[in-house]
């Protein structure tokens, strides 16, 4: 079965430093891999995704993710962290059984940065 | 325009009582499906369907009921209440095939229902 693991409940960083949410995946084949963020009261934003290709991805609000197979993970990642970058973020992987394009969701990492 | 878009945003009800759930979505997908958020933010899938096919049936009462008009359009109706259907329910479609798959999914702002 696919799944995907979210290690941190929370990471806290202070502004301007570089943050990091780990990731982890466990697929057959080749993976397709997704960030999402969720901001209080708010619907999930699509961020980025590693579908083929070069192993580093950027995405939306500066985020960048770096796909490593040899290690099975996809860690989110921004050199340098806003205020306004505290949120839940959630890693995600398609569920390749059927094309139904259902995405299999992490637990969820807390983003707490500190001014 | 919002391309996601779920009312009510917020239900409080009684248990016991039937409620409905509507989404739209603009974008012209294919997909659409409804997610359940609980109170520890974990997202699971419930229901999907593609052009008006039900492709996704997870393990989910039968007092829940998904219904697909159109493929813009994914209604989710909850019979006879229970406290523990309390959750954040969220729609979202993508597009599953053709040349313009894209693998994302959109979502909705999602609705709050709290069952008392």
């Known amino acids: 079965a696919q799944s995907v693991a979210q290690p941190e409940d929370q990471v806290n960083v202070a502004e301007g430093n570089p943050l990091t949410v780990k990731c982890t995946y466990s697929?057959?084949?080749?993976?397709?891999l997704f960030w999402y963020v969720q901001y209080p009261n708010r619907g999930l934003q699509f961020l980025l995704k590693?579908?083929?290709?070069?192993?580093l991805v950027k995405g939306s609000y500066g985020f960048e993710a770096e796909f490593n197979k040899s290690q099975t993970s996809f860690h989110l990642k921004k050199p340098s962290a806003l205020v306004s970058d505290s949120a839940l973020y959630f890693c995600?992987?398609?569920?390749?059984?059927?094309?139904?394009?259902?995405?299999?969701f992490g637990q969820g990492t807390t983003l707490q940065v500190k001014p | 325009d919002t391309a996601v878009s779920q009312t009510p945003k917020y239900l409080v009800t009684q248990m016991g009582n039937d409620k409905s759930i509507k989404c739209e979505q603009n974008?012209?997908?294919?997909?659409m499906y409804w997610y359940k958020q609980d109170s520890k933010k974990f997202l699971k899938i419930m229901f999907s369907?593609?052009?008006?096919?039900?492709?996704i049936n997870e393990t989910v009462p039968n007092r829940f009921s998904p219904k697909s008009p159109d493929k813009a359009h994914l209604n989710l109706h909850i019979n006879s209440l229970e406290l523990g259907d309390s959750a954040v329910y969220f729609c979202?479609?993508?597009?599953?095939?053709?040349?313009?798959?894209?693998?994302?999914?959109?979502f909705g702002e999602g609705s709050r229902l709290t069952v008392l």
């Open positions: 979202a479609s993508s597009q599953v095939s053709g040349r313009a798959r894209t693998g994302e999914l959109f």
């Open positions: 697929v057959s084949g080749n993976p397709y």
């Open positions: 590693y579908i083929t290709g070069d192993n």
């Open positions: 995600a992987v398609r569920d390749i059984n059927g094309n139904t394009g259902k995405l299999i």
């Open positions: 974008l012209g997908h294919d997909t």
């Open positions: 369907y593609n052009n008006k096919e039900l492709i």
